[in-house]
């Protein structure tokens, strides 16, 4: 097979109910792309970009600019080129993880339909045909996160809130308020992005103490959390420096003190690292959470199906990552099997005549 033609468009998705706060950034909308490759024997694959939301504007339009070329190359040659480019791209520096991530999704997808399998066959099979989806709330206002929680349902079995955004007794207050509302079965997910210096993190643990609770990246640093893991009786989920890539992911495996990481194959460089951390943590017994930063359907469909890969009772949550957003046009990537539960409404991958139709004529075609 080789790629004969190549299309991009952009994809802008703003935030529905206004700017989503964390401690590392503040979002209004996202800044992705959709990628479509096309074979000479009449087979594509469509993939997401999804840049990491701290990029700052330049760096990411400088990115995007560079991918042009690379992307335009590649016409007239073996599919296998593709894999080729994300190979080198993937020995850059961190920048270029969420367009590695778009790129190896659309390889991913070219090869389930070469072989007519199912998208999730690709990653390693499906273990379950749907997981949990956690609901994440980043709300200043108690009156608001109460409004969040009744649209997250009493079914939810996850829900997160983000914190180090506010001052610590503020957040306390807030994470107070979402367990008063919760059952004794759900589990809250305390998640600071690393925005709490080591001494806030061990005040907020030691001032409340459910086994409700779990602290999703207290602090910023890998040792800093690990002498949280170390020396408070609390679960403590890994995210950021411990996950960024597959040898981060095994040190912090391999030092056995964490409850559990988080995932996210657009942040650590596509679908084929994240699957390694995926199945280091499955051979550990590690339990996970695999999602990613807000995007569309195509990004959002290819990360549930490398949850579903996962082993569930390892398996923390996914999340619908299309949530917050407004979702105009609707390319219907996931269906809610249950209240709580998410499935990927097109296993065998997205009609790539539906797609144009729904975002319009590509911003660049190469052929």
Known sequence: MRLNKIELWDLKIPFRDGPYRMSHVVQETTFGKVLCL??????????????????????????????????SNLIGEPHTSIK??????????????????????????????????????????????????????????PARVRVRMAMAGSRRKVIQIKVGVYSLAHELGLIRTTLDLMTE?????????GGWSPEQAEEAINAIQDTRLIWEEPCQFYEENQNLCRSLDAQILLDGETSRDAEAAKRAILDGTAYGMCIKPALVGGLGIAR?????????????????????????????NLAMGAPPDLLIAGCDLREPLNRDPDL????????NRISPSHPYGFDAAEVRRLLGPAEWVWN
């Not at 790129?103 to 273990?127: H, K, N």
């Not at 390694?276 to 549930?304: K, N």
């Open 38 to 71: 096309h074979t000479d024997d009449g087979l594509c694959g469509l993939g997401e970009i999804v840049p990491a939301p701290p990029l700052e504007p330049q760096e990411r339009l400088a990115r995007y600019s560079e991918t042009l070329p690379l992307l």
């Open 332 to 339: 219907d990537g996931l269906f809610h099997a249950a209240e």
């Open 276 to 304: 390694q951390i995926r199945d280091l943590c499955t051979e550990a017994g590690i339990r996970m959470r695999i999602d990613g930063p807000w995007c569309g359907d195509i990004a959002s469909a290819a990360i549930v």
């Open 84 to 141: 080729e480019l994300i190979d080198a791209l993937q020995e850059r520096d961190a920048s270029w993880n969420g367009i590695t991530f778009g790129m190896e999704t659309a390889y991913y997808d070219l090869l389930a339909r070469q072989s007519e399998a199912t998208f999730a066959d690709v990653l390693g099979s499906a273990r379950d045909t749907s997981i949990e989806d956690y609901f994440s709330i980043s709300e200043e206002d």
């Open 185 to 193: 079965s759900q589990i809250l997910l305390v998640d600071a992005n």
